[in-house]
């Protein structure tokens, strides 16, 4: 039989976000415009919306930007190609 404890989910740095706000850091860079960030603290992930605001990170962001990135690096290798390609001419 499992007990249930109303402090099991307590945590320092969740109040400390709730008071004074997250402090995100850069996670993963999806493109030159859309990144991924985490908090220090509380490690909430967030990322940048369609319309350039921050938003809390669920599944179907995260299906996104995944699939963002992976189309985002195969254009990158195609243009690098390009170039080595008319340098090499």
């Known amino acids: 039989m499992k007990k249930s404890t109303l402090y099991s989910s307590f945590s320092f740095s969740k109040i400390y976000c709730a008071l004074f706000g997250h402090k995100y850091v850069t996670s993963k860079r999806v493109t030159n415009h859309i990144k991924e960030y985490t ?15 921050l938003e809390a990170m669920t599944p179907k962001l995260k299906e996104i930007n995944d699939t963002l990135s992976f189309v985002h690096q195969k254009k990158e290798a195609r243009n690098n190609r390009k170039i080595d390609f008319q340098a090499a001419s």
């Open 39 to 53: 908090c220090t603290h509380c490690k909430e992930q967030a990322t940048i919306n369609s319309r350039g605001r």
